[in-house]
T-cell receptor, first 110, second 112 residues
Framework: SQTIHQWPATLVQPVGSPLSLECTVE??????LYWYRQAAGRGLQLLFY??????ISSEVPQNLSASRPQDRQFILSSKKLLLSDSGFYLC?????????FGPGTRLTVL | GQQLNQSPQSMFIQEGEDVSMNCTSS?????WLWYKQDPGEGPVLLIA?????ELTSNGRLTAQFGITRKDSFLNISASIPSDVGIYFC????????????FGGGTRLMVKP
C-alpha cells in the first residue's frame, strides 16, 4: 500500500531564515506530487505540483520554491521566510483521479 | 483560482442527528471527492465519485455526483462525536497535473 511522509511535523522559524520541508511517498511509482498551504481555519491553497522528476509547476507566485530531485521526493523551500508564510503545509500524491494527503507540517514564522 | 461553493460553512448538531452538506460549481467536473480533516492532521479521503448520478456509500456516509456534473452532496447519518472535523469537497476536471479544486470546507461540531 502507499504511504506518504512529511517532516518535520512542526517547525518554528524566525523571519528571514531559510526553509526546507520534505515529502516522500512509498509504494507507488511516478506519482503526481502536490504542495498545499492551509491557513488556520481556511481551505487548501495549491502551491506547486509536479508530474515528474525535475518538473515543477507553480500556482501561486511567492517566495517559496519546490523541487523534485527523485521520483518520490518533493521538497518545499524558501531562502527567506516571511511572517505570512506561517501555516499548515500539506503534501499530496495523486493518481489520475484522486489525491492522498500526508500528515502535514505546522510552520510558525516569528 | 476557481472555487467550489461549499455549504454550510459550519454546523453544530446533536449526536444522533443526520447531516447534509453540498458543493456547487459553475464548471463541470469529471470526479468529485469528499475528504475529512481532523485538527492538526492531513485530509483523509472518504468517498470518490466518478460518474454523473453515482450514489456511493461508506458506512454511515453517502455521497452523490450530481447529474449536471456541477454539484455533489455528502450525507452523514446518525452522527457520533468522532464525526467532528472539517469536511472538504473537491472536484477534478480536465487539466494538466490532475489538479483538484477544493470547497471552503464545512466545520462539523457534534454535541454528545
Amino acid at each position: 500500500s502507499q504511504t506518504i511522509h512529511q517532516w518535520p511535523a512542526t517547525l518554528v522559524q524566525p523571519v528571514g531564515s531559510p526553509l526546507s520541508l520534505e515529502c516522500t511517498v512509498e509504494g507507488t511509482s511516478n506519482p503526481n506530487l502536490y504542495w498545499y498551504r492551509q491557513a488556520a481555519g481556511r481551505g487548501l491553497q495549491l502551491l506547486f505540483y509536479s508530474v515528474g522528476i525535475g518538473q515543477i509547476s507553480s500556482e501561486v507566485p511567492q517566495n517559496l520554491s519546490a523541487s523534485r530531485p527523485q521520483d518520490r521526493q518533493f521538497i518545499l523551500s524558501s531562502k527567506k521566510l516571511l511572517l505570512s508564510d506561517s501555516g499548515f503545509y500539506l503534501c499530496a500524491w495523486g493518481s489520475t483521479d484522486t489525491q492522498y494527503f500526508g500528515p502535514g507540517t505546522r510552520l510558525t514564522v516569528l | 483560482g476557481q472555487q467550489l461553493n461549499q455549504s454550510p460553512q459550519s454546523m453544530f448538531i446533536q449526536e444522533g442527528e443526520d447531516v447534509s452538506m453540498n458543493c456547487t460549481s459553475s464548471s463541470i467536473f469529471n470526479t468529485w471527492l469528499w475528504y475529512k480533516q481532523d485538527p492538526g492532521e492531513g485530509p483523509v479521503l472518504l468517498i470518490a465519485l466518478y460518474k454523473a448520478g453515482e450514489l456511493t456509500s461508506n458506512g454511515r456516509l453517502t455521497a452523490q455526483f450530481g447529474i449536471t456534473r456541477k454539484d455533489s452532496f455528502l450525507n452523514i447519518s446518525a452522527s457520533i462525536p468522532s464525526d467532528v472535523g472539517i469536511y472538504f469537497c473537491a472536484g477534478q476536471g480536465t487539466n494538466a497535473g490532475n489538479m483538484l479544486t477544493f470547497g471552503g470546507g464545512t466545520r462539523l461540531m457534534v454535541k454528545p
